[in-house]
């Protein structure tokens, strides 16, 4: 599996077509209490770097991106219940949603796992 990384701070972690899409730590932490979550529809075709949906905080509200293009094939529903999985699982049971790559090379614009460290570390 490959795991890459947004400057938009969302990452994906790849297994063949498919890639399952949350926000990273950096993220969630900068957001603080995540309180509601809006995902894509299933189903729904998206480009790479469209917004795709809203995270909420107590701070502010964020949009979400998509970093590659591709069909949505299924969103963690287990946040409508849960919306605070994203912030103590964001890379685990707190992911967003799956997404079936129609281009593997958009990937290769995304950064590896040092590459985002430098970014935040800035």
Do not use: C
Not at 55 to 76: C, M, Q, Y
Request: hydrophobic share 40%; charged share 25%.
């Amino acid at each position: 599996m490959t795991t890459k990384y947004s400057e938009d701070h969302e990452w994906i972690s790849v297994d063949g077509d498919i890639g399952t899409v949350g926000i990273t730590n950096h993220a969630q932490s900068q957001l603080g209490d995540i309180v509601f979550i809006e995902l894509p529809e299933v189903g729904s075709i998206v480009e790479a770097g469209g917004e795709v949906g809203v995270v909420e905080s107590v701070k502010a509200a964020s949009d979400l991106f998509t970093p590659v293009t591709g069909e949505i094939g299924e969103i963690n529903e287990a946040l409508d219940a849960e919306p605070s999985l994203a912030n103590s699982d964001p890379t685990g049971n707190g992911w967003f949603f799956k997404i079936r790559l129609s281009d593997a090379n958009e990937l290769n614009s995304l950064m590896d796992e040092a590459s985002y460290k430098e970014l935040i570390a800035e």
